[in-house]
């Protein structure tokens, strides 16, 4: 879309006010709303936005050392729009809404999980492929208020159980395809008051520019049903985890044709895809910590969890890292188990195409696969690395992987860095008190 599309868009709908909207670093929609009159001045001279959002914990507490804070003089970045991103809300009145990124002193802010994102999806393309990619998300629904669950039983998939509350279910059904995420499945997963509502992929950063929308989405519209959508990675220590698995395909540059799928190869995967897949694997280790990215999130890489716990691959294998679908040219794909609920999706998507971008251009082997239990020691290659599932081991292996580091770069190295070491900081301080209450108070509500 062009300013031109947007404004008559605008005009034709009898739009009364649009939000400007951005992720931050943990994937919370952080917005200013804008009245519809003075859109065009925003969207081309920029929006004032305080940089410093890029250092917000999920409680906007102050994360030091980002350099966005005391060392600017707490200053502002200039926000410009992506038109292509405009959309009306149909759950809210006469509101559009539209993404932007931002600019410190002309520049784009690299850090920036949007930009780190797009940035990997170039190198991609410089290599004459693109991908097509959506996160599958699990969540919680809670009653607002009193947190109890929407059910009590581990019935999964039971239809009664599935459609508890059809006006909620519907209207996600109904709306999300108006903001471009078109849902193509809705479900009960086996924790208490747990859904799945998947969609369909896109292309390029549209992927995570769709998660970023899905998860704002359903929180924003639960409100509404009196709900609160919870997609913290494990809300509840006795019952499962919430998964974010980043299901995707590799296409020419074009995005015309598959390049995953080999008929002549005998289980149907391509050398681009072993190699893909290879260096994947190769780089599990660092990347877990960006697949599931806070104190909470990667504590679920444990055995018999259905996250996975070492670095393996398998057909259709759901104890894997990698669980590969070969289902011929246009509909093989590739899911990475990895991530979890409370993930960026921007950064989710960018370590996997930084991991898997070295594995083509190194032309990296692949391991052999798994056919059994991957949690079975007895069932995996010898020498298979384990995923770290601490935060001090996890951010050591990012920080050691240079190859990982080099691709998102030195500036959102040093935030991300920092924000992980605040929150072992903020751990450290809850145990000291006897808090056993913090990881709620911090990622409950908002993620």
Not at 261 to 274: I, Q, V, W
Not at 323 to 351: C, D, F, H, M, Q
Not at 362 to 379: F, I, M
Request: with cysteine; hydrophobic share 35%; aromatic share 10%.
């Amino acid at each position: 879309m062009s300013i031109a599309q947007v404004l008559k868009c605008i005009e034709d709908n009898s739009i009364d006010l649009i939000r400007f909207e951005q992720t931050d670093m943990y994937g919370i929609a952080r917005s200013k709303t804008i009245p519809a009159r003075h859109f065009r001045k925003k969207a081309t001279e920029g929006l004032n936005f305080f940089l410093g959002h890029l250092s917000y914990d999920p409680m906007a507490g102050f994360i030091q050392g980002t350099g966005y804070l005391e060392e600017i003089g707490y200053g502002d970045a200039v926000c410009f729009p992506d038109f292509n991103t405009f959309v009306i809300l149909p759950w809210c009145d006469r509101t559009g809404r539209i993404l932007i990124e931002p600019t410190f002193r002309g520049e784009q802010v690299a850090s920036h999980p949007r930009v780190v994102a797009r940035r990997q999806l170039d190198r991609l393309k410089n290599l004459g492929l693109s991908l097509l990619s959506a996160h599958e998300y699990e969540f919680y629904l809670v009653h607002r208020g009193t947190k109890k669950r929407v059910n009590n039983d581990h019935n999964i998939r039971s239809t009664l159980r599935n459609n508890e509350d059809m006006k909620f279910t519907n209207q996600i059904a109904r709306d999300l395809p108006q903001v471009g995420v078109d849902i193509e499945c809705l479900e009960t997963e086996y924790g208490l008051g747990q859904l799945e509502i998947s969609y369909l992929p896109a292309f390029g950063i549209r992927a995570g520019d769709n998660a970023h929308t899905y998860k704002a989405s359903i929180k924003e519209i639960a409100r509404q049903h009196n709900y609160e959508a919870i997609f913290m990675s494990k809300p509840f220590p006795d019952d499962v985890g919430n998964a974010s698995h980043f299901c995707h395909s590799l296409w020419d540059a074009e995005e015309k044709v598959p390049v995953l799928y080999d008929p002549n190869d005998p289980n149907g995967l391509s050398e681009t895809a072993k190699h893909w897949m290879a260096g994947i694997l190769a780089h599990a280790p660092a990347i877990g910590v960006l697949m599931a990215p806070t104190v909470n999130c990667v504590s679920r890489y444990q055995l018999n969890s259905w996250a996975p716990y070492n670095a393996t691959w398998g057909y259709d294998n759901r104890s894997c890292f990698l669980r590969v679908k070969v289902n011929g040219s246009k509909n093989t794909y590739i899911e990475n188990r990895a991530g979890a609920s409370g993930s960026n999706p921007y950064l989710s998507l960018a370590a996997t195409v930084a991991a898997g971008i070295d594995g083509i251009e190194r032309k990296l082997s692949l391991p052999k696969e798994v056919t059994g239990n991957a949690y079975d020691e007895k069932e995996i290659p010898p020498g298979t690395a384990l995923i770290p599932n601490t935060m001090k081991e996890a951010l050591k292996a990012f920080l050691d992987d240079k190859v990982i580091t080099d691709a998102l770069g030195e500036e959102f190295v040093r935030v991300f860095r920092v924000a992980k070491e605040h929150e072992m900081k903020l751990q450290e301080e809850a145990i000291s008190k006897g808090n056993t209450n913090w990881e709620q108070e911090l990622y409950f509500d908002y993620m």
